[in-house]
Nanobody
Framework: VQLQASGGGLVQPGGSLRLSCAAS????????ISWHRQAPGKLRELVASITRAGDTDYEDSVKGRFIISRDNAENTVYLSMDSLKPEDTAVYYCNALTFDREYYWGKGTLVTVSS
């Protein structure tokens, strides 16, 4: 499984961004895709996830602001982020969990929220 994350950039507080995670390779082996982030000096944390069945879950601080969705035809998972705050600044990574409990990571994309 290969993952390609994109869509990061610089945005002002209150602004929006949409991240994309394009999956390739053994797509049928993927059980869930999640977004994680790592801010400078902090541990990587789970932000949102979506399972093959379509179930979603969010970290508390992003509930109501972020939405994870998918386009099966494009093998892409999106993270739509609204009402961005400076504390959302981080490198965002997508992760795939397979049915065999293997994890795959894509390269991160930097999101900077600053005026």
């Amino acid at each position: 499984v290969q993952l390609q994350a994109s869509g990061g950039g610089l945005v002002q507080p209150g602004g929006s961004l949409r991240l994309s995670c394009a999956a390739s390779g053994s797509i049928v082996s993927i059980n869930a895709i999640s977004w994680h982030r790592q801010a400078p000096g902090k541990l990587r944390e789970l932000v949102a996830s979506i399972t093959r069945a379509g179930d979603t879950d969010y970290e508390d601080s992003v509930k109501g602001r972020f939405i994870i969705s998918r386009d099966n035809a494009e093998n892409t998972v999106y993270l739509s982020m609204d009402s961005l705050k400076p504390e959302d600044t981080a490198v965002y990574y997508c992760n795939a969990l397979t049915f065999d409990r293997e994890y795959y990571w894509g390269k991160g994309t930097l999101v900077t929220v600053s005026s």
